[in-house]
């Protein structure tokens, strides 16, 4: 019988950039579905909430640019 230590992941990610990247993609997934199921007066909020993080992530791909 194996331990939890010694048991493998199901699911793997080999990709390190995208292992990188995961967590920042399942964030806007999960703010787009909120988002689409946002009432009126919350509406504005999720969705300034959603570019904030867009901008962020597209700052600071600009600034890892190889010439930047």
Do not use: C, G, H
Not at 7 to 36: D, T, Y
């Amino acid at each position: 019988m194996t331990s939890p230590v010694d048991a493998k992941p199901r699911f793997q990610i080999r990709n390190p950039l995208l292992r990188q990247e995961f967590p920042w993609l399942v964030s806007e997934v999960v703010l787009l579905l909120i988002l689409f199921n946002a009432n009126p007066p919350e509406l504005w909020f999720w969705l300034v909430v959603l570019l904030v993080v867009l901008l962020y992530r597209v700052e600071r791909w600009w600034s890892s640019r190889p010439n930047a």
